[in-house]
């Protein structure tokens, strides 16, 4: 095949030598976005998890990311610039893949807007057919809808994509797993996130044809779509929490988070908590109604609380529910305790109430004395 080259929206990408492609990006930026969509494609055609749940190289599914086809196997060689080799027996035609890899790269990287919200585009299939899809985010979720396009039960230690380091993008942080295996390390953490995001993005658990599954087998969760394709009147959208709501929202609640009582004074361990999780309800924040919608929640009742919610029924009645406003559950269990209390001593409540009053006062008294 002779010279060849193209210049696309962010990159030149030029053919020299039989089947060899060389492809430089502007900006290091493009090319982590490159990089790390040509894993998920991989993901999608070339990986499997074995039974320890690391993603081995073997042939998967018959689709792909379009942009990045399974016939081309990219390596990174420095911040901007990529080798790829084509696979002697394709059917390989360099404009048409210049052409679908520049409006892939554009739609992956610059959002297209409908309504108020911002979206990427990117689609997934083969030649005969692609289903296209919009993300409000172009990571992890992107990386699920890869994993779960079998339709098949996939394990939580499969969503967090353990692989070879050598298959890495660099812009991905790597994280240490159990074993001893330096070979290997973890891409993501929690998947529930993953999850979570799915609903965000038009997969929903309720209903009479849920499209989004999940169960509990041997201690841990699996999770599976019964359809690959995208619902967008299904999204939940989440509102942003500005930084002066967070710092306002801490100091009303004292920095003590609403659960387990614990104070914190750096901040760094407090989180703002939709009440009602904004993948159960769209919460439509404003800066009239965020501290009845918001409360201040440690980052371990934080965590413990999306664990709840991924599990808990699509039913669940969540404006009940302690998980949502514990304040009237604390304040149910004093009546029940000074009720128990003047049973238990044959007096009234009044009787009850006075005393408490009287401690209170001599607990103030004594500790102004300090």
Known sequence: ???????????????????????????????????????????????KPDENSIWRKQKRLDVEIKGWPSTIE?????????KGVIQVSSDFNFEELAETLNTAIKNITVPVEIKTDKYYQFQIGNKSHWNEYLFKS????????????????????????????????????????????????????DPSKIIDYFRNQGWTRE??????????????????????????????????????????LFSLHNNTCRLCHTKYENIK???????????????????????????????????????????????????????AYPEKFQQKKIVEDIERYAIAHKKSITQVINEIILLLQNHTSNSDNY
């Open 207 to 248: 209903g009479d044809n849920p499209t989004l599954i999940t169960k509990r087998e041997r201690r841990q969760e699996k999770y599976r779509l019964t359809s690959v394709q995208q619902n967008l009147s299904l999204q939940v959208s989440r509102s942003t929490i500005k930084h002066s709501w967070k710092l306002e």
């Open 138 to 189: 172009r990571g992890r979720e992107i990386c699920g809808l890869c994993i779960l396009y079998d339709t098949e039960f996939h394990t939580r230690d499969e969503l967090e994509v353990s692989i070879e380091k050598k298959y890495q993008p660099h812009n991905i942080s790597k994280l240490t797993i159990g074993n001893n295996d330096t070979t290997i390390s973890r891409l993501y953490g």
């Open 74 to 82: 990219w390596e990174r060689l420095s911040d901007t610039n990529f």
């Open 269 to 323: 361990f407090l989180s703002p908590d939709h009440r009602i999780p904004a993948i159960v309800q769209p919460e439509n924040l404003t800066g009239e109604n965020y501290k009845e919608k918001l409360m201040t929640l440690c980052i371990y009742c934080n965590q413990r609380k999306r664990e709840f919610t991924k599990k808990v029924s699509p039913t669940y009645d969540w404006e009940n529910s302690p998980w």
């Open 1 to 47: 095949m002779k010279n060849l080259k193209h210049t696309g929206f962010c990159f030149t990408l030029t053919i020299n030598d039989g089947n060899i492609l060389n492809l430089d990006f502007a900006k290091k930026g493009e090319a982590n976005i490159f990089e790390t969509l040509n894993l998920f494609s991989c993901l999608l055609h070339s990986f």
